[in-house]
């Protein structure tokens, strides 16, 4: 596999700071926003309010795809299943994928409420939904056209064009479940990566073109259209930055930098299989991803965005394509100022009963159902690729927080910008942790640079202690010894993380899944929901598979109650 040099990086990320620039003067006024920020929490909840409503929009007289799309945003919001809203959208969704994958007859709108469903199943349960989704990435599979993209499948469109933004809800899809372990073969993902390649359009006589990417493309047409829009690109760059990470050129970079600071136990180290030449089994050359991206974001300079008519629907784009870049440039912000310009839009246009795109958005969207617009709103202002991304790398982010407003009070870990309160050690953090009267917990805490002694007796001496704060009444130090054990690579631990599946504190209970996970080497085996609630039945199927599981390691263990 082909990777760019550092002045490459540096260009990438010098286009994408280009992006989207506001003024000197807007800077100067505009508030460091985020997703937990008051104000946008704010904008949040009102907005969650009015999708709640039973008499508004979620009532059955909307479409599936629009009734999907709302209960996947509250979802993404509150991670309560059992919201009526919620529930109803899992109905539909399995209704879909159930009514789509056993008849050849298709509505206008199917891939995209195909599209939506999967995302939906596979974040409220991937398993138990797994024959589902598989059934809906074979259809996928059939009717991918033979440029790589996707179209309308109800008869209505020549099959051998393609579709920008049906492709990118495909992609999305296709993401979502490759993360919740669906295989999604590379030659399906490369296949939409040359469709995307060859559809963007490379003019540089018209600026107002050149590196966008039209609404529908035939290979086959002499004339090609060279119509496009910000929020066409959006489609563009963000298919295919999703495209390249699914088949791993992004954060195989960062997994590397992982493993050469010992951050990821010695049994997953990367290995890559080699074909009968001696070469990487996959070498996609990631420089043709960064080419298409570069010039896409050369679009976005030279065309400065004011409105559209697709406004809400460009915001979710947005959102996405920057998110993704951000994993290909390997630093994850804050605040970042896209963010900032646009959440201090949406709080100018937001509707007195909570929602976007009705008579106070004026001409920024004027075609978007109201629940639509409202939902592509929320799910911009959570950052929700964000969320997902962060969720899916399992503590091994290598973004970092902003500095802190004392700059005084910053020393450098490993070249990073880390505040000198706090502790970046094993025997640091086991001093703090035991210590009940500081009982500072897991934010004064870089449990990503811990790393266990290689002297074996001082080494499980760590390893015992942190499993004994297990049982700490503090939940913190319960939440940072449930991680930390994960990179033990030490199969005594297992017993201990297993008892931790019954903490009252969901973050300790994932954590211990997910350090199950990492030392049992089943990296896509979930018991414990991702998002949502976990309730007692998730907390004893898990304790009794992962027992299963450990008896068959080591048959004479008897767990004691």
Not at 129 to 140: E, G, I, N, T
Not at 238 to 259: F, H, K, M, V
Not at 475 to 495: E, F, I, N, T
Request: glycine residues 6%; contains cysteine; proline residues 4%.
């Amino acid at each position: 596999m082909t990777m760019l040099g550092r002045s490459s990086i540096t260009v990438l990320t010098l286009v994408a700071a280009l992006l989207l620039q506001p003024t000197l003067a807007t800077q100067a006024r505009a508030e460091k926003y985020y997703p937990d920020h008051p104000a946008v929490q704010d904008m949040v909840r009102r907005a969650i309010t009015y999708l709640s409503n039973p008499g508004g929009p979620s009532t059955p007289g909307g479409g599936a795809g629009e009734a999907i799309l709302v209960g996947y945003t509250i979802y993404k919001v509150d991670g309560d299943t059992e919201h009526p809203v919620v529930a109803r959208a899992i109905g539909l969704a399995k209704a879909c994928l159930e009514q789509n994958t056993s008849s050849n007859q298709h509505s206008h709108k199917a891939v995209y409420e195909i599209a939506l469903s999967c995302m939906l199943l596979a974040s409220v349960d991937a398993e138990g939904y797994s024959p589902l989704l598989v059934r809906a990435r074979d259809l996928f599979f059939r009717v991918q056209t033979n440029s790589g993209g996707f179209n309308y499948i109800d008869g209505s469109h020549n099959p051998a064009i393609s579709d920008i933004s049906q492709t990118q809800y495909v992609m999305l899809a296709f993401w979502t479940m490759s993360q919740a372990g669906i295989e999604i073969p590379q030659d399906r993902i490369v296949r939409i990566i040359q469709y995307i390649t060859n559809a963007q359009i490379k003019d540089p006589s018209i600026p107002t073109s050149h590196g966008g990417w039209p609404y529908h493309w035939n290979p086959s047409a002499s004339d090609q259209s060279r119509v496009t829009s910000h929020s066409l690109v959006a489609c563009g760059l963000s298919s295919i930055l999703i495209a390249g990470d699914t088949i791993g050129i992004y954060r195989n970079r960062l997994a590397q930098a992982d493993e050469d600071e010992e951050l990821v136990p010695a049994a997953f180290k990367r290995v890559i299989a080699e074909t009968e030449g001696g070469k990487p089994r996959s070498s996609f050359d990631r420089s043709k991803i960064d080419a298409v991206v570069n010039l896409g974001l050369l679009f976005n300079r030279n065309n400065v965005y004011n409105k559209a008519v697709w406004h809400y629907y460009y915001l979710y784009g947005l959102e996405r394509f920057e998110s993704f870049l951000e994993i290909a440039n390997g630093k994850q912000n804050k605040s970042p100022d896209w963010y900032n310009t646009e959440v201090e839009k949406l709080r100018s246009l937001q509707g007195a009963d909570g929602s976007w795109g009705g008579a106070k958005s004026q001409d920024y969207d004027s075609v978007l159902p109201t629940e639509v617009a409202t939902s592509l709103a929320v799910l911009f202002l959570i950052r929700s690729t964000q969320k997902s991304i962060g969720d899916l790398k399992e503590g091994v982010v290598r973004g970092w927080a902003e500095l802190p407003a004392d700059i005084s009070a910053v020393t450098m870990v490993n070249g990073k910008p880390t505040n000198k309160t706090e502790a970046t050690s094993i025997d640091e953090a086991l001093k703090m942790l035991e210590d009940d009267k500081k009982s500072q917990g897991e934010d004064k805490l870089i449990t990503e640079k811990f790393v266990f002694s290689k002297n074996l007796e001082q080494r499980k001496d760590q390893q015992n202690r942190f499993a004994r704060l297990l049982r700490s009444k503090d939940y913190q130090a319960r939440r940072v010894a449930s991680k930390v054990l994960g990179r033990s690579d030490d199969l005594d631990m297992v017993p201990e993380l297993i008892y931790a599946l019954s903490d009252p504190d969901a973050v300790v209970c994932r954590n211990a899944e997910t350090s199950l996970r990492l030392l049992s080497r089943q990296l896509d085996r979930y018991h414990i929901p991702k998002e949502g609630n976990i309730t007692e039945q998730h907390r004893v199927v898990a304790r009794r598979e992962w027992r299963a599981w450990f008896s068959s390691m080591r048959p004479d263990y008897i767990f004691v109650e």
